[in-house]
Structures are given as structure tokens and as C-alpha cells.
């Protein structure tokens, strides 16, 4: 063994018990959201911020950063495998970053989530915006907090959006969702006046959870989601989660009043697990084993749910399937209605709900909200005002209540600052990833009218997944495509699907 | 704040840390069981082992022993609260057994019971004691590593009932299960032989698993488990588990053909959990919040189980409800006859379906199997020989598999040796505390009849679960009781109950 062998051993053994650490605290967490009984929120939220400041305090330890310098600076680093050069340079960025902020911000941000979690479900309880604004207050100023401690350039906001897009900052993202708001709005116009209107009362369905439940685990296994090596559960709000390199979960809700909610929710929450289980297994919790950004994990969900999930091809290839657990509603519907209806554009007020246009005007709207909350430019006080102005000024459309207004998402409660843009990047990058994928497989349609997932599958794992940390977002998108990112192919597939089903 | 008392709060804080880590532990152990998908078991061992190191080397620290022992020798000592005294006697007690076990050994004990699970499920799906043999063999021979690394006077099976029953030894359990064997096979041919004999075939009802959940969680609720602070989940093996001073869970199997399997074992174990959601929350973690003993914590499950969930006054009130959740398998049946088959005595192969007399013979048969094998008398090829012969010598019958037989508890594969004895201690104990909470209380058969039984929990929240580790359970006993631990009320109760069903 050489030295550098030796020093990058030590390196990854460490990083294998934070692992074991980070994994235990997703656990923790999966449990509290899908599992805790009523009582045991407080415990449970001290258990994660201590969690929360035992994982920092390693991930920011002297000797992490003795044995990262040691082998930067070794003769033999040049000429080191290229997974060890992406370990090594990526931890050393993430230590520095995570220095700077102090254990003690670190555990009240963690605590301030994991309660979130609870003060969040008890004002829904009440639709009481009055209960959920002092946790909020504290989480933003935390926030705050956190940007001045890393530092930034240009904006507070900054320290945030690269927390879960690295290396991007919010420039980029304003260049980005500014450049398609206008298209989305026209999009969204011109499938309003169009003449042809799908016919969207055929989804009204009546259809039990424990038959949404079959339909979900049939559809979500036949197109690659491996349950033996995870699981389907309920929670309140859907998300996945990965526990270990063969342990990755994802939960949705279930509306009997409305089935595709699950469905569409379960088959983006796969398309994120699909991504935690194509990870590479030999290089767990280090940085060549984990996921590029969460706009890239956003590309793989949205990938599912969209560009797949509400193609011909699939539901082509799915609608018998559907039938037969949807209590008959749709014996009597053709297929061009139902996915003429899955498809329709209408501006509505939940996003999670929302259709493929318009739900990236939702994403604008806390974005801009976010940004301004952290740049100090919007209180907690004005955030509902200040909400449903931007629903009527994008969307045309204003919340009856806060529960479907601005305390439908969990995130901001949950400290998730930063996050929503990744939506919408995820969306651009999904496009032009799809593109790529039907160019070199061939006709991907045709493909989904077979039942035949498992080639796209294998192309993501391979020019995806198995890619690790090596590049950032826009390098990954540029080295995959050829192309740099851009929204023009998200747009352009928007267009010609709307100009599709709105007979334009 | 005293020099004592600051010291003690670096104590506690410290204690309070491991148990962040120990309730995740638990966790870990708890999905392990319920939720963890067929692939994730390899990671999850080695996660379990970490934690078990990383849990070993903090309750062995040097920082530890520093605090106690300026503690201990601190003047204000002697007059400090007794919660001080208990806590650090307790911890220091602990403190020395655990620094005699080399921290590699602990993990290797942790890694092999982690997996020990999945080898269980394993050897069991195919009825093959082949594929057992080698992980028990493994187990036991660390078992045997870890008693010469403590060190005993008398049997090497000391330092493993001292792991459960701390203060107890090998000695004091051969004499109480010498004690009770003769009368235990006396009864049991006693009731065999008697002309009376229990209707058991009217048990027989094909009661829906949802049914079974159904009544479990209403008598459960009544008898006064807490659902706000717990959960009742399925598991191939029921269990109890504390995740945090307002979180203790249950689990339970549902047999389709056998409803009394899950309401018995939900009785069960809601009088471990009712045990748990007692202890002091204040002290949650340290030994004045924990349980006294396994045997103490298995009296409250056998008593709950049994002295309670077997009694006519229960049924009484009970009988209704399980009439309405059992597809109407018993409106014709009386409750007498009802009665009787429950409380019905018959030698059988399976520990956990087995009634409340021969039940401690499947426990004899156990101790004695286990000591021989930690005292190096018997080889893990002879085991099965080796049970079968006790079988048949003690309740005359013979398992017709490994499943019906050695391998029908998860135990060993565990590494849970010593754990066995406690449940007949449980059950001597049991019949002590009930016969002193009926004196105290009056008539507790007949507040069973009108429904009421938190007199009952009240009476063991103040005299047992509020005194966490105070007292040894041989201390305890007396404490409360004011008698020395004695098998003579068990018998007597069992003898009593054999001749009213049998009317000898």
C-alpha cells in the first residue's frame, strides 16, 4: 500500500461512520414522517439536531482536512483513479464550506426543521398561518444566519441554492426561469382560449387507496424501481429517501377522490429512488457514489413522472393495467380522452397537482418569494399578501384559504431554502437528457407502447447515475448532451404537446 | 452550582448523548424488523455494528469513570439525591463489566446478532438447521470470548444473566427452576389425566388479520397502552422496543387460524411497553429512568398477558368486543367454555403459543440447553439431539422439525443467551407483585369485570416502573412485596387455576 493508498484508506474508512451516521439520521427522519407516534415529535427533533451537530462536527474535523491536503499534495495524486480525484476534491470543497458555520447554528438549524415538521402539520390542522408564522420567522433569521456565517458575493441566497445545486448561484437561476416565464404564460394563455378543451372531468374517480396502492407498486416496478431493495409507504407529504446502497424508499399519499395524485406522486418519487439505486454501491456516502445535485435528481423524478408518465406510449402500454384497479371508472373512456385529460394545462393552486406547464410558474413564484425573504426584502408578516398577489399576476387564479396557498409545501418549514428552483432546473435538464436518450436508443415512444422501460433505465444509470459527483449540474448536462444547459428543448416539448392536445 | 452538581450535569449530558445514539440503535433494530426491504439487512448489520462500538466506547470512556468516581468521592455524596446515587452506582457497575470487553469483540457480537436475524429467516424458510449451525456456532463461541473476558467465579453463564438480571447468577436460577420442575410436571400430567377436560377446539376461528389488529389495538388501549406514545406493527417475531421516553412500540404476528396467538402476544407485549411508558421520563436513559431487570420487565408482560389477560373477570368484560372482531366464531360459545380453553393445559411444541403452566417447562428446557452450551458441555451439532430429548423427557412429546423445534426462537441466532431464565423469573415475580397489588388495591378480579384496570397500571407505575433501577430484582421484590423472591404464590396460582378448569 502506498502512502496515498494508505491516507485516502483512513479517509474513506471516516467517511464510511459518518455514513453509517447520516444514514441512521435519514432513518430517524423517514420514521418521523411516516411512522412517529404523536408524542414522540420532541424527542425525536432534539435526537436529529444532536444527529445534525455529531455529522458536522466530522465532516468539518481537523483530520478530515490533514489526510484531504496530505493527498491533494502528493506526487502521486496527478496520476490517482478519477474517483478518488472527485472524493477527495469534493469533500475538501464541502469541508470548507461546511467550516464556516458553527456547530451551534448547525444543531439549531436541524432542531428548527425536525420541529418544523410537526408545527407545520398542527397549523395545517387549523389553517392558521398565525402558528406557523414564529417557526418560520426563526428558521428564515437561522437562515440568514447561515449566509452570513459562509459568505457570498452577490446575494445571501446564494449560500442556499448551492447547498443543493453546487457551484450555482442565483443569478444563473434568475437568467433561467426569467427567460421562460413569458413562454409559460403564453403557453399557458393559448391553452386556455384554445377551442379544443380536453375533457378532464373523466379523471373524477372514486378509487380505494389499497387498489391505488396495487396500482402504484405494478407500474412503478415494471418500469425498474427494485423492491427488494426498497419499499412504497404513506406519509403526508411524498418523498424518498436512501438508507443504505440497497435500502431506498419513497412514500406517497393517497386521495380516493383522485388516483392519479398518487400515481403521478409515486412515479416521481421513483424516478428519484431509481437514481439512489443506480448510484454506484462500492462508492456509498463518498462523493462518487452520491448524487450529482438535486436539480440532476430532480431531471430523474420529473423524467418519470413527465416525459415518461404522461406519454403515449405508456399509457398506452398502462391503461388496461389502470383500468383494472380503478373501480371501472374508465371502462368507458377511449384513450385519447384520458391522456388528452392527464395532459390538460389549467392554472390551479397546488402545485404538487399542478400540470407540466404551470407548475414551473409555481416554482417561479416561491422562488422569487424565497429570495426576497432571505435578501431581507419581504417579512414573514407580508409572505401571504405577497403570495397570492404572484398567483394572481402568474396564474390568474387566488387562494381560498392558507392551507392551499402558502402552507401547502412542507419545505420552508423544514428549513428547505433553496430548493424549489432545483424543480425547475430539473425539469430543463429532463428535456434535454430525454432528447439525448431517444437520439441514441432510438424511438422511446415506441419503446414505452412495448412495456419496455429498462433501456432507458440503463442509459440513466450509465450516462447518469454511475457518474457520481464527477461534474456539477451544468458540466454533467454538457459532457452527457453536447449541448449547454438550456430550457429551449423543455419549452419546445411544452409547445408541441399543448399545440397537441389543444388542436393548435 | 455545586462542584458535585456540575459534574453530574457533564455526566448526564454525556449519558444523554449515548442514548440519542442508543434510541437510534433501537430504531435501526425496530425496521430491521417491520420495514427493512429483503436487500438492505447487509448494510444495516454493519450500521448496527458501528453503532454498538461507537454506543461500547462511550460507556467505557475514561471522561466517564473520571466524572463518577470524583462523584462518588465527593463529600456531598452521601446526602445527594438517591436519583444521583442509583444513576451512578449503576453506571459505574456497568462501567467496569463493559471496559472488560475488548471493543472489537462488541462488534463482532453486534455484526453477528445483526445477521444472526436474516440467517434465522433464512434457515427457517427452508427447515434446514444446516444453515443455522454455522452463524450459532459463531455466536456462541463470541459468547464464550466475551465470559472470559469478564471473568466469573462459578459458571461462565453468570456474565450473561448478569447482562439481563443484573446481580443475578446461574446458581440462584438453578435453584428456583430446580424448585418448580416437579411441580410444573405434576400439574401438567395432573390436568392430562383429569376426567374435566377444556373444550379447546371451540379456539378454532378463521379471524381476518385486520380483525385481529382491530381488537388488539381496543383491549390494548383499555388495559391502558398509550397510542399517543406507541405503535403496534407486524413482525415475524413479536417484540417491544423504547425509541424515546414517548415512543415505545409493539409488534405482533397475525395468524389467520389462531386469533388468541396475537391477542396473547399483544397482551404481552403491551405489559413490557405499559412498563417502558412508565418508567420516569425525567430520567429518560439514565438508570433511575430504566427498567429494573429483564425478569422485572417480563414480570409485566406475564402479568399483563396472564394473571390479567387469562382471568374470568377480563373476559368478562372483554368477551363482547372479541365476539364483534371475531366473525362470529363464539356466539355460541359460553364464556365459561371460552374460559377454559384459554386457560386449557396441554404439553406443545411452540414456547410462545404455550399455556401458562408448561409454558416454564419450554424455559427449563432452554436455561438448561443454554448452559450447557455456554459452559462447553454440549457442541452446537448436538443441539438438536439435544432439545429433543428434553422434549420428550419433561412434556413427552417430540417436535416433527427444526421449525417446531430448536429453531423455533430467534434468540440464540439473536445472541440473546441468558435472556431465557428471565422469563420464568418474570413469571415468579409476577404472581408475587399481583398478590400484593390485590391486597392493596381489593378485589382485582372484579374491577377487571366492570373494565377497570388503570388501578392496576397506576399500583405498578408508583410501586415498579417509577423506581427504575433503584433496586436489584431480588431487592425490589422484597421492597414491595415484603417477601424474598419465592416461586411458591406461581405454583400455588397454577395449581389453584388447574383445579378450578380441571375441577380436580
Chains 1, 2 share one sequence.
Not at 297 to 304: F, G, V
Request: glycine letters at 6%; a negative charge.
Amino acid at each position: 500500500m502506498t502512502k496515498l493508498q494508505e491516507t485516502y484508506k483512513n479517509l474513506t474508512d471516516y467517511v464510511k461512520e459518518i455514513t453509517y451516521l447520516e444514514s441512521a439520521s435519514a432513518l430517524l427522519d423517514w420514521d418521523q414522517q411516516t411512522h412517529l407516534p404523536k408524542s414522540g415529535s420532541d424527542y425525536r427533533s432534539a435526537q436529529l439536531a444532536y444527529f445534525a451537530g455529531e455529522i458536522h462536527r466530522r465532516r468539518t474535523s481537523a483530520e478530515l482536512l490533514d489526510w484531504m491536503n496530505e493527498i491533494i499534495h502528493s506526487p502521486e495524486f496527478d496520476q490517482a483513479p478519477q474517483e478518488i480525484k472527485t472524493n477527495v476534491s469534493v469533500l475538501k470543497r464541502e469541508h470548507e464550506k461546511s467550516s464556516k458555520v458553527p456547530d451551534d447554528l448547525v444543531q439549531a438549524l436541524a432542531h428548527a426543521a425536525a420541529q418544523g415538521h410537526q408545527h407545520w402539520l398542527d397549523a395545517r390542522d387549523k389553517n392558521s398561518f398565525d402558528l406557523l408564522a414564529p417557526p418560520l420567522e426563526h428558521l428564515f433569521k437561522l437562515k440568514r444566519e447561515q449566509s452570513e456565517a459562509i459568505g457570498y458575493t452577490d446575494s445571501p441566497y446564494d449560500v442556499h441554492i448551492d447547498d443543493y445545486e453546487p457551484g450555482c448561484t442565483t443569478r444563473f437561476i434568475k437568467e433561467q426561469l426569467g427567460v421562460i416565464k413569458k413562454d409559460l404564460v403564453e403557453i399557458t394563455a393559448a391553452a386556455s382560449n384554445a377551442s379544443a378543451q380536453p375533457n378532464s372531468a373523466v379523471l373524477k374517480a372514486n378509487v380505494e387507496a389499497t387498489e391505488q396502492q396495487a396500482l402504484s407498486l405494478a407500474i412503478t416496478q415494471a418500469i425498474g424501481f427494485d423492491y427488494n431493495r426498497g419499499r412504497l409507504d404513506e406519509s403526508a407529504h411524498p418523498f424518498s429517501t436512501g438508507l443504505g446502497p440497497d435500502d431506498v424508499r419513497i412514500t406517497t399519499r393517497y386521495n380516493q377522490q383522485s388516483f392519479k395524485e398518487s400515481l403521478f406522486g409515486t412515479l416521481h418519487e421513483a424516478g428519484h429512488a431509481m437514481y439512489e439505486q443506480g448510484l454506484r454501491a462500492d462508492q456509498y456516502g463518498l462523493p462518487s457514489g452520491n448524487y450529482c445535485s438535486l436539480g440532476i435528481h430532480e431531471s430523474q423524478s420529473r423524467l418519470w413522472e413527465n416525459l415518461v408518465g404522461r406519454s403515449r406510449g405508456f399509457w398506452h402500454h398502462f391503461y388496461d393495467l389502470t383500468k383494472s384497479h380503478t373501480a371501472s371508472a374508465f371502462d368507458n373512456v377511449p384513450l385519447d380522452t384520458f391522456y388528452n385529460a392527464i395532459n390538460s394545462v389549467q392554472p390551479s393552486l397546488i402545485r404538487v397537482e399542478a400540470d407540466e406547464v404551470t407548475y414551473n410558474l409555481h416554482i417561479i413564484i416561491r422562488f422569487e418569494l424565497e429570495v426576497d425573504m432571505i435578501e431581507g426584502n419581504l417579512s414573514i408578516a407580508d409572505l401571504p399578501d405577497a403570495w397570492n398577489q404572484k398567483y394572481k399576476d402568474y396564474l390568474g387564479i387566488t387562494p381560498d384559504s392558507y392551507n392551499t396557498g402558502v402552507m401547502q409545501d412542507i419545505h420552508w418549514s423544514a428549513g428547505l431554502v433553496g430548493y424549489f428552483p432545483t424543480y425547475t432546473l430539473g425539469n430543463i435538464y429532463a428535456s434535454q437528457l430525454f432528447n439525448k436518450a431517444n437520439d441514441e436508443l432510438g424511438d422511446l415512444n415506441k419503446m414505452f407502447e412495448q412495456g419496455e422501460f429498462h433501456s432507458l433505465k440503463n442509459w440513466l444509470n450509465t450516462n447518469v447515475h454511475q457518474l457520481g459527483r464527477r461534474y456539477d449540474a451544468v458540466e454533467l448536462i454538457e459532457t452527457v448532451t453536447g449541448e449547454v444547459a438550456s430550457s429551449k428543448p423543455l419549452i419546445s416539448y411544452l409547445r408541441g404537446k399543448v399545440n397537441e392536445i389543444y388542436e393548435l
